[in-house]
């Protein structure tokens, strides 16, 4: 994995104009922000390059316009961040992202400044990764910084197609690079027992992941959704669950592989059971607990039983790496969330190197009030995912060696 790539401690940026890929991707309301924790993640790297005397222009994506779109502009992450920093940051008010105003306001930088840029995604070549706009980025400035590990996973213009047009360094920003660090470690050298608890709706998203967590850890613990294709595979009644029918026989292949690795392969013993999805989701919803060898063929599954709870947290408890991603059940329920809080509770009790995995469970650790008992939470849902499947993500791949 990318572990030996430049980060902004191998920069000199004195008197130089940085170009800094974030994940200012934040959620909106009537034009304001709802959360900021992307943007604060983000303050170490641009603080240390403003330390530094570099001249910072700063880009990110935000939402999915397909063309410039007044609903999808960067302004208030401008107005944030001079909050956050303590000094103004320009808003490069552009729809060319890189247009005349652009090329003004960073014409007019001095050391330590901030010019923020519009949405990359007003740019169509953007997710195309093309030629043009690529040129554009890296004629603006001598170094670029790609701090944006929910986006590494993509080879758009702003993470990737950049860099092939830079004359300067390059390099990653301390989010991206801890974020390496725990998920690379994790994968690649874990302190052992190595536990990999998967969770989330549906097998065929995490096809690669288990089969590579599988060569990788000790313990692989299957909850959520995906749980029930397991259990069919395994020739039980699941009723009305959510099943991936293409995915059964891959099931089969993945329980036999870790009977012949000798790996522990912990799937549900009881289950959460409901006649009905709650509908809206945090709707009060009935649910009785029942052994998964005894579910009603008219039943829904939707959370993991007590008993499972404690098998899950024992086994976490042992361990020395633990990495999760995706939630036990349907969260968002309080009725439903007791499994994906017993797994929480369990990994905030450990003294291992607990990792989120960013998404769902990301959100869950954070809704239920445990995000600072994990050693570390991902900020990117696929990009984390795609890590470990043992994918090279783009976005690090071109970043130069040390």
Same mark, same amino acid.
């Given at each position: 994995?990318?572990? *030996?790539?430049?980060?902004?401690?191998?920069?000199?940026?004195? /008197?130089?104009?940085? !170009?800094?890929?974030?994940?200012?991707?934040?959620?909106?309301?009537?034009?304001?922000?709802?959360?900021? *924790?992307?943007?604060?993640? %983000?303050?170490?790297?641009? *603080?240390?390059?403003?330390?530094?005397?570099?001249?910072?222009?700063?880009?990110?994506? $935000? /939402?999915?316009?397909?063309?410039?779109?007044?609903?999808?502009?960067?302004?208030?992450?401008?107005?944030?961040?001079?909050?956050?920093?303590?000094?103004?940051?320009?808003f490069?008010?552009?729809?060319?992202?890189?247009?005349?105003?652009?090329?003004?306001?960073?014409?007019?930088?001095?050391?330590?400044?901030?010019?923020?840029?519009?949405?990359?995604?007003?740019? +169509?070549e953007?997710?195309?990764?093309?030629?043009?706009?690529?040129?554009?980025?890296?004629s603006?400035?001598?170094? &670029?910084?790609?701090?944006? #590990?929910?986006?590494?996973?993509?080879?758009?213009?702003?993470? +990737?197609?950049?860099?092939?047009?830079m004359?300067?360094?390059? %390099?990653?920003?301390y989010?991206?690079?801890?974020?390496?660090?725990?998920?690379?470690?994790?994968?690649?050298? @874990?302190?052992?027992?190595f536990?990999?608890?998967?969770? =989330?709706?549906?097998?065929?998203?995490?096809?690669?992941?288990?089969?590579?967590? !599988?060569?990788?850890c000790?313990?692989?613990?299957?909850g959520? /959704?995906?749980?029930y294709? #397991?259990?069919?595979?395994?020739?039980?009644?699941?009723?009305?669950? !959510?099943?991936?029918?293409?995915?059964?026989? &891959?099931?089969?292949?993945?329980?036999?592989?870790?009977?012949?690795?000798?790996?522990?392969?912990? $799937?549900?013993?009881?289950?959460?059971?409901?006649?009905?999805?709650?509908?809206?989701?945090? %709707?009060?919803? @009935?649910?009785? &607990?029942?052994?998964?060898?005894?579910?009603?063929?008219?039943?829904?599954?939707?959370?993991?039983? @007590?008993?499972?709870?404690? $098998?899950?947290?024992?086994?976490?408890?042992?361990?020395?790496?633990?990495?999760?991603? =995706?939630?036990?059940?349907?969260?968002?329920? @309080?009725?439903?969330?007791?499994?994906?809080?017993?797994?929480?509770?369990?990994?905030?009790?450990?003294?291992?190197?607990?990792?989120? =995995?960013?998404?769902?469970?990301? +959100?869950?650790?954070?809704?239920?009030?445990?995000?600072?008992?994990?050693?570390?939470?991902?900020?990117?849902?696929?990009?984390?995912?795609? &890590?470990?499947? =043992?994918?090279? !993500?783009?976005?690090i791949?071109?970043?130069?060696?040390?």
């Open positions: 994995m990318a572990l *030996n790539k430049k980060n902004v401690e191998n920069l000199q940026v004195k /008197g130089k104009k940085v !170009l800094v890929r974030c994940d200012f991707n934040v959620p909106l309301k009537d034009g304001s922000i709802t959360n900021d *924790n992307r943007i604060v993640a %983000a303050l170490p790297t641009i *603080n240390k390059l403003i330390e530094n005397g570099g001249k910072i222009i700063l880009c990110s994506h $935000l /939402g999915k316009p397909k063309a410039p779109d007044s609903k999808f502009t960067l302004a208030p992450v401008a107005k944030r961040l001079s909050e956050l920093l303590s000094k103004n940051v320009v490069a008010a552009d729809d060319a992202v890189v247009g005349d105003n652009a090329r003004k306001a960073i014409d007019a930088m001095s050391d330590g400044d901030v010019v923020l840029l519009e949405n990359t995604r007003f740019r +169509a953007e997710g195309k990764n093309g030629e043009a706009f690529s040129k554009d980025l890296a603006i400035a001598e170094v &670029y910084v790609n701090d944006a #590990f929910g986006s590494a996973h993509r080879a758009h213009c702003s993470t +990737a197609g950049v860099t092939s047009f004359t300067g360094e390059t %390099a990653v920003g989010l991206m690079n801890k974020e390496i660090e725990f998920l690379g470690n994790a994968v690649e050298n @874990p302190a052992r027992p536990v990999a608890i998967l969770g =989330g709706a549906k097998v065929a998203d995490k096809l690669n992941v288990i089969s590579n967590l !599988l060569d990788k000790d313990t692989l613990i299957i959520g /959704g995906m749980a294709t #397991f259990l069919k595979a395994k020739g039980m009644e699941v009723g009305k669950s !959510l099943v991936d029918n293409e995915k059964l026989d &891959y099931c089969k292949e993945m329980i036999a592989k870790a009977e012949k690795l000798g790996k522990n392969l912990l $799937l549900p013993m009881d289950t959460a059971i409901a006649s009905s999805f709650p509908n809206p989701i945090d %709707a009060e919803i @009935p649910a009785e &607990y029942v052994d998964v060898t005894n579910m009603p063929a008219d039943s829904l599954g939707l959370d993991i039983g @007590p008993k499972t709870c404690e $098998l899950f947290a024992n086994a976490a408890k042992t361990a020395k790496t633990v990495v999760w991603n =995706g939630p036990m059940g349907v969260f968002e329920n @309080p009725t439903l969330a007791k499994g994906t809080i017993a797994v929480a509770q369990a990994l905030a009790d450990t003294d291992a190197t607990t990792i989120i =995995g960013g998404g769902d469970s990301a +959100a869950a650790v954070v809704q239920l009030g445990f995000a600072d008992e994990m050693s570390h939470i991902s900020t990117g849902g696929g990009a984390s995912l795609e &890590y470990l499947e =043992g994918k090279v !993500l783009p976005g791949d071109v970043i130069q060696d040390r």
